[in-house]
């Protein structure tokens, strides 16, 4: 039995790398149950030979799924090589057809492209006819603007240079009427802020003097009222600083109004 498994997986083919190992697999199982038996003696052999029998009907039934899977795959092999076939036949017949398609579709495209560079030259014809056109009437209208321009323009020009120079001398006497304006203005300024100053002191002044003479008033009331048992004397008192009052409020209402003028 153990050869019969040895020869069976020395005629399998390389494909079949599962069947080669599970008969492999079923070998080592033998070979360790036969030196099982080798070892003790036992009286199983029956059991043994039972099971190899059971094995080799294993492997004969892999063997025949292993040569049907075979056939199967050959006849599936061939079915595809069939269409294989049929499908470079199809793409090839495509391929034709296509490359009909493109060759009339590149022979429309040249036949426009032809006709659209004729349009072009004709369009580029008349362009150039119409620039000439163009040239010309610039030239015939740069003639007449230079007869112009030599023979009024000149005038002109020489109006304008005489209207500049007679603006620039206005601009001068502008310019010095307008230094002697800041230089009037400056000086009403100078003497303005010299009668404020004036006006200023003869105020200050005013202000000491009123001071001065209310001073005065207030030492003559404070006598009268401190003498009370001198009538005469007081009298005397009062009627000598009364008059030598009245000249002080003459002197500083004569000053305050010449200070003021």
């Known amino acids: 039995v153990i050869n019969e498994l040895y020869r069976q997986a020395n005629n399998a083919d390389y494909g079949s790398s599962g069947h080669l190992a599970e008969i492999q697999a079923q070998i080592d199982a033998l070979n360790a149950e036969l030196e099982a038996i080798w070892k003790n003696e036992s009286t199983g052999g029956l059991d043994v030979r039972q099971r190899v029998q059971e094995l080799e009907k294993q492997a004969r ?32 017949s495509d391929n034709r057809a296509t490359q ?35 040239d010309a009437k610039q ?8 007869v112009i321009e030599d023979e009024q323009l000149s005038v002109l ?10 603006l620039r001398s206005l601009y001068g006497q502008q310019r010095v009427l307008e230094s002697a ?6 000086l009403v300024e100078e003497k303005k802020r010299e009668l404020e100053d004036r006006v200023f002191d003869a105020l200050e002044e005013a202000v000491g003097i009123a001071g001065e003479t209310a001073v005065a008033v207030e030492t003559a009331e404070a006598g009268e009222t401190g003498e009370a048992g001198e009538a005469g004397e007081t009298a005397e008192a009062a009627s000598s600083t ?5 000249p002080v409020t003459g002197g500083g209402v004569d000053s305050l109004t010449d200070a003021t003028n």
């Open 242 to 246: 009364s008059d030598g009052e009245v």
């Open 181 to 186: 304006m800041r230089e009037a203005q400056a």
């Open 139 to 146: 030239r015939a209208a740069a003639e007449a603007i230079s």
């Open 61 to 92: 039934i892999l063997e025949e799924e292993y040569e049907q899977n075979t056939r199967s795959l050959e006849e599936e092999l061939w079915v595809l090589d069939d269409k294989l076939s049929l499908f470079y036949k199809d793409r090839e």
């Open 100 to 134: 009909a398609e493109f060759e009339a579709k590149s022979a429309a495209i040249q036949q426009r492209r032809f006709e659209l560079e004729e349009q072009r030259w004709a369009i580029d014809e008349e362009q150039r006819a119409v620039f000439d056109e163009i």
């Open 157 to 166: 020009r020489n109006q304008t240079r005489v209207l500049e120079v007679e």
